[in-house]
């Protein structure tokens, strides 16, 4: 998070922690896992690749097999001795001497898809962090598990991982740990400039994944419509080569006649923010345009329709903006990657669903800035009508396309079941 969180106390007198990000270096080499140099080296092993096991307990694949023999067996004892079978999040770490590498940790993994190779790179992250190692390398003891449509990006999908396990949000604790883990090899997954390319921007995507979700982390006293605007304009900033911002008060969102979105807002002490993030290619030739409208509400009440039942789940009503906190995060993200050929407009209409005797009424009737006239019946169904005005907006962008983000509403799980509704929350 930056200056959004970190500027003045808030109610409580709340001040974040200042905690940098996970800052690690990916590379990719075509070398002898025992030749490598560092900290931590990361077996990644399968079931399969322990099926074969001998009755010794002597490892059958030839990855390990090598090692072990490296070793003069403490790495198959010590599987045997852990019940290590290869099943994801299994792992065993032996300590060693007299080679390039202080430690050998074999990972359990799966290498149906890319979400299982993300979940390789998060558990060597776990393990690196317990073993306090600033640099490791990855190793498959069976490369040829990677199907081939994977193969190139498999070293960009354990990368992503590898970052977002290292993140941890410990802005509001009292105590907190710093990463460690500065450079991680890749070895054996391919080289080349290509590769190289994919591990870049695996870095950038993953950096927009970590604020999206230190913005959906943070409480409403501290992630106020303002706050939010502000995360925006940093982002602006920073990448200002490509990005410009806009933001309009309440006054501004008046003119623009969006009344659905200042309805909902009209109860809450903290005001509305209307933001507008815009990225224009460096050198202009648009060839499409789109926008990702997010809803941004910073804390949802309820408004007169409290969620006052145990279901409704109050205290976790922060979350309520994770659209938003997903438009901005793909903003920061497209910051860095900088595409050629495409306009993307970032939309959130910021606000709070409050009670107050200036408050939105059930059965009240408001008019959104394209002129339709929306009876309330429930105030707790607040995001639509935000969304309403910000997608209005977006229309007037002259955008091709449109993707609209927001927390799913309650009452879809109610029409759909938990086993359907949940999935798309």
């Known amino acids: 998070m930056g200056d959004a969180t970190a500027a003045a106390p808030a109610l409580g007198l709340t001040r974040p922690n200042a905690v940098d990000p996970p800052q690690v270096s990916f590379a990719a080499k075509d070398i ?24 010794d307990s002597k490892f059958e694949n030839a990855v390990l097999k090598r090692l072990d023999g490296q070793l003069g067996g403490l790495l198959s004892a010590a599987a045997a001795e852990e019940d290590f079978t290869g099943n994801p999040g299994q792992s065993v770490v032996l ?26 790179g998060e558990s060597v992250a776990s393990v690196a962090k317990a073993a306090q190692a600033t640099s490791a390398a990855i190793v498959l003891s069976s490369p040829c598990v990677i199907q081939e449509e994977l193969k ?8 992503s991982g590898t970052v977002l396990g290292l993140h941890e949000d410990s802005r509001f604790k009292s105590e907190f ?8 090899d890749l070895i054996g997954l391919g080289t080349g400039p290509e590769v190289d390319q994919k591990l870049k921007h695996a870095n950038h995507v993953s950096s927009g994944v970590i604020l999206g979700r230190d913005l959906v982390n943070s409480p409403a006293n501290v992630l106020t419509p303002a706050a939010l605007a502000q995360e925006a304009l940093k982002i ?7 990005l410009t911002a806009k933001v309009l008060d309440a006054e501004k969102c008046r003119e623009l006649r969006m009344g659905a979105y200042l309805a909902v807002a009209a109860a ?22 789109l926008a990702v409208v997010g809803k941004g509400l910073t804390f949802d009440s309820g408004g007169y329709n409290i969620k006052a039942v145990p279901v409704a789940r109050i205290e976790l009503m ?20 900088k595409p050629p050929g495409v306009e993307v407009h970032f939309i959130a209409a910021a606000c709070e669903n409050m009670i107050s005797g200036t408050g939105m009424r059930p059965g009240d009737i408001v008019t959104a800035s394209n002129g339709k006239t929306i009876e309330v019946d429930n105030t707790d169904a607040e995001g639509r009508l935000t969304l309403a005005d910000a997608l209005v907006y977006a229309c007037n962008q002259g955008v091709d396309k449109i993707i609209d983000l927001a927390t799913l509403t309650g009452a879809m799980r109610v029409a759909l079941g938990p086993s359907i509704a949940d999935k798309g929350n």
Not at 37 to 43: S, T, W
Request: charge should be positive; charged fraction near 20%.
């Open 152 to 159: 190139l990006n498999a070293a960009a999908a354990i990368a």
């Open 268 to 289: 809450a002490a903290n005001p509305p923010h209307f933001i507008h993030l815009c990225y224009k290619p460096t050198g202009g030739n648009v060839k499409r345009k």
């Open 236 to 242: 602006a900033s920073t990448y200002s080569d490509v």
């Open 32 to 55: 002898e896992f025992s030749d490598w140099n560092g900290d931590m080296l990361a077996v990644a092993v399968t079931e399969k690749d322990l099926q074969s096991r001998a009755p």
């Open 177 to 184: 740990k710093k990463v460690l883990l500065k450079q991680v």
């Open 95 to 120: 300590r060693v001497q007299g080679h390039g590498f202080k430690r050998v940790a074999l990972i359990g993994f799966v290498a149906r898809n890319a979400g299982c190779l993300q979940g390789l």
């Open 318 to 337: 922060k979350w309520d903006m994770g659209g938003s906190a997903a438009v901005f995060g793909a903003a920061k993200a497209l910051g860095q990657i």
